[in-house]
């Protein structure tokens, strides 16, 4: 393999070519983003894939050949940055939200948070807003709708771990596979309910009109950009394709934008110095402007707690593994071969943990994303997002929400760990055993 990005990896435990005879388990560089590969490999339906199918449709996550290809050119002007500017006050808005519901949890002397529980909700509560619209304030009161997606989330999780309910039949047979069934059910009643109503008001209003209209508040949502999409031939998506690409977003941006900032908040608990460096960047950008908001121009102000964020995604990448289909014989610099139909497990985690790219790979040190330390690395050294073709469309919303969300946690509150060391578990999405709990402190107004 590789000799850079480390062929095998050092840590993941996954199978390797010894036990499934087909599966191979390599580092990043090979598979990921190499320019003369991609024509080679597929995106593998990893076995998740299956059980996310019903949820999920044929949504760019789990979509293949040119029905991807084709909406992957229809999605892309959806996360264009004049679309995504309007989001930035979504996230803000979302994130005071927490931020009160922390202040007063605080005050009755509940300070301790699982924060995969608190900023999953957060992320939630954003994406409805972007993706739908709707508002269902589901950070204070209930949403059955948002409980169905956490629902969902789970239910994939736990029949992933238990071998004999990887059987269709004998799944919808059990309580969890009604379950799941349900909750599918009421997730694509409200998509559809809500493409009809929007349908509906279409005819009327006009298309120029309506987004005359969105413009001037600023809200064109994910709904209306896949409504208003259409491919070369002037086609648009179907009301299916549109439910499949809009569930696809609410579950590929919560769980994986929620793990990264719990973690770079659990990295910033345990380096008080770099949490400290990070809110200073931040009180300084704010320094004499009320309210406190993160404007989309501020992004680029914040390049240490920019690299605070990258550091975390390296250590705690929130998805540690991808996987691809060879579509043909992959022969590798050094003349092995790959050959036709071994589907490759590429070890994000393990390719942010090689030690020859990575000294010390379990320190966490921000300043190894200094550009300056940055020019000799190769680009695929680093790939929370993955790479290549079939990489994170929504990695530039992630960061921009993760951004917004840190800068003002730190600007309100101190972070401190809780007590005992959180053990990695990765599901989905990378999470600790028994939830990542952390201590919150309110920063009086004065020192923010
Ligand atoms: C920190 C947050 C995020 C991380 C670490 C992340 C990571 C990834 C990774 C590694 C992939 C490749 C998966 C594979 O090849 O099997 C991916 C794909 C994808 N992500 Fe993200 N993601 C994040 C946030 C988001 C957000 C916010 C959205 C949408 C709003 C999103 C939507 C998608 C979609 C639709 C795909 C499939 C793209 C395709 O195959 O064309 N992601 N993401």
């Known amino acids: 393999m590789d000799s850079e990005l480390g062929g095998r990896s050092p840590v993941h435990t996954g199978p390797g070519e010894d036990l499934w005879g087909r599966v191979l388990l390599v580092g990043g560089a090979l598979a990921c983003g190499h320019p003369h590969l991609p024509p080679h490999l597929h995106q593998a339906g990893a076995l998740c894939s299956r059980f996310l199918k019903p949820w999920l449709g044929d949504g760019l996550l789990l979509s293949g050949g040119d029905k991807w290809s084709r909406h992957r050119r229809m999605l892309t002007p959806a996360f264009h940055f004049n679309i995504l500017k309007s989001y930035v006050r979504i996230f803000n808005d979302s994130v005071n939200i927490m931020h009160a519901k922390w202040k007063r949890l605080a005050s009755e002397g509940s300070a301790h948070l699982d924060m995969f529980e608190h900023i999953s909700l957060m992320t939630l ?15 204070e009161k209930p949403s059955e709708y948002i409980a169905a997606i956490l629902e969902l989330s789970a239910l994939v999780t736990k029949r992933h771990q238990q071998i004999i309910l990887h059987m269709d039949f004998l799944y919808h047979l059990t309580s969890d596979g009604r379950r799941f069934r349900r909750a599918c059910r009421l997730v694509h009643d409200f998509t559809d309910s809500v493409i009809q109503e929007r349908r509906r008001t279409l005819p009327d209003q006009g298309l120029d009109d309506l987004l005359k209209a969105k413009a001037k508040v600023k809200t064109l949502d994910f709904i209306d950009v896949l409504l208003l999409a259409k491919d070369e031939d002037g086609k648009e998506l179907s009301d299916e394709d549109i439910r499949a690409e809009a569930d696809t977003f609410m579950f590929a941006g919560h769980d994986t934008t929620a793990s990264g900032l719990a973690w770079v908040l659990y990295n910033l608990a345990r380096h008080p110095e770099h949490q400290e460096r990070c809110r200073q960047e931040v009180r300084e950008l704010l320094r004499d402007r009320e309210p406190k908001e993160i404007e989309w121009d501020d992004l680029t102000q914040l390049p240490f707690l920019t690299m605070c964020i990258k550091e975390s995604l390296r250590l705690h990448p929130p998805v540690t593994m991808v996987s691809r289909c060879c579509t043909q014989d992959i022969v590798l610099p050094d003349g092995r071969v790959i050959p036709k139909g071994v589907i490759c497990l ?70 401190l760990p809780a007590g005992e060391e959180p053990r990695r578990k990765p599901e989905l999405i990378l999470r600790a055993e028994g939830g990542l709990w952390l201590r919150v402190e309110p920063l009086s107004a004065g020192h923010q």
């Open 125 to 139: 509560d954003s994406l409805q807003k972007c993706v739908f619209s709707f508002d269902s304030n589901c950070q």
């Open 346 to 415: 590429i070890s994000i985690f393990g390719t942010h943990h090689n030690p020859s790219v990575w000294p010390d790979p379990e320190v966490y040190d921000p300043f190894r994303f200094d550009p300056e330390n940055t020019k000799e690395r190769s680009p695929l050294a680093f790939i929370p997002f993955s790479a290549g073709p079939r990489n994170c469309i929504g990695q530039t919303f992630a960061m921009t929400e993760m951004k917004v969300v840190l800068a003002l946690t730190l600007l309100r509150f101190r972070i």
